[in-house]
């Protein structure tokens, strides 16, 4: 005689409290750390921090972190600022044994290996110069503003509607800050319970002896309640957008000459909510031309550079 089936009983509709819901997932962003050791990108280059072009004053800004993802990137040599041009490959995940080059990489005929574990330029002493890899491990944070920050750290928080519309922008870490945000998502896991999308984390480039900089994260406070449908929301858009592509590879393109520097910006983002940029068109995989003579340039007259830009509003 076939078994009885069991019976299907409603799923409970009682509201998890915010607390247990936060320590979940705050355990679980640490657990990703313990595995691990048209968008816009804050620039961090030669240890300022910047957004589109304006310092931030003191070098540190107050910030939600909504998403976080491990990124690995190789551009076939040594990196190069000054020649901004797309790594090679790149791959994006939240567990290193598992993560594998973004299909951009495959359809560009440019992927390095069938996963990142096997990828000869993902061994300790294959970079150009040191100990290294070739390949760049590093994490990708997804940030939106929490309000304005003083020098001595005190911060204004925005309201929660506010915060529902801000520009979610981007900070790439480099590869020695790597492990302090690491400590820090574990720390924020053991003495708060929460993950980093529930406190108010600032961010602070200072100097440093070996690697000219660090980038270093420190608790400003806990949300409260009354940020927690905000949070939460801009927490799923950013886990949906953040593993954006890089451009296909194509060949490095010179640096322009750059332009005055804008004055310090005292804010954070514009209050704008940022969209998806386009999923890119795979390039052909590039193929050796046999090489041509080369013409004499005509001289060009340079361009007059822009005007310096007033203080800041944001």
């Known amino acids: 005689m076939p078994k009885k089936p ?20 705050a355990q679980s962003a640490a657990a990703m750390q313990q595995s691990s050791g048209g968008a816009q990108f804050f620039s961090t280059r030669s240890g300022i921090l910047s957004f589109d072009g304006a310092p931030f004053e003191d070098n540190q800004m107050a910030t939600v972190v909504v998403a976080e993802r491990l990124e690995n990137v190789y551009y076939g040599g040594e990196y190069d600022e000054n020649n901004k041009t797309s790594p090679l490959c790149f791959a994006f995940g939240t567990d290193p044994a598992t993560m594998a080059p973004h299909q951009v990489c495959v359809d560009a005929g440019t992927a390095q290996a069938e996963s990142c574990k096997v990828c000869p330029h993902n061994q300790w002493g294959t970079a150009a110069k040191g100990k290294g890899k070739a390949c760049r491990n590093t994490q990708r944070l997804a940030l939106i503003p929490a309000g304005d920050m003083a020098a001595d750290g005190r911060v204004e928080l925005t309201d929660p509607e506010t915060m529902r519309e801000a ?33 108010v984390t600032r961010v602070k480039l200072t100097p440093h002896p070996k690697n000219q900089f660090q980038v270093l994260f420190s608790t400003v406070e806990k949300l409260a309640e009354e940020y927690r449908d905000t949070v939460t929301q801009r927490h799923n858009e950013a886990e949906e957008l953040i593993e954006f592509p890089y451009q296909p590879w194509s060949e490095p393109v010179e640096a322009a000459e750059p332009a005055p520097a804008p004055e310090p910006r005292r804010g954070n983002l514009p209050v704008q909510r940022a969209t998806p940029p386009p999923a890119p068109t795979p390039a052909p995989r590039p193929v050796a031309r046999p090489a041509a003579p080369v013409a004499a340039p005509r001289p060009v007259a340079r361009p007059a550079l822009p005007a310096k830009k007033g203080p800041s509003k944001y």
């Open 6 to 25: 069991e019976p299907v009983r409603p799923a409970s509709t009682a509201l998890v409290p915010w607390d247990e819901e936060l320590a979940s997932a």
């Open 167 to 199: 520009a979610i922008a981007y900070l790439k870490l480099p590869v020695t800050s790597v492990k302090g945000w690491g400590a820090y998502v574990r720390q924020l896991n053991a003495t708060l319970h929460r993950p980093p999308y529930a406190v």
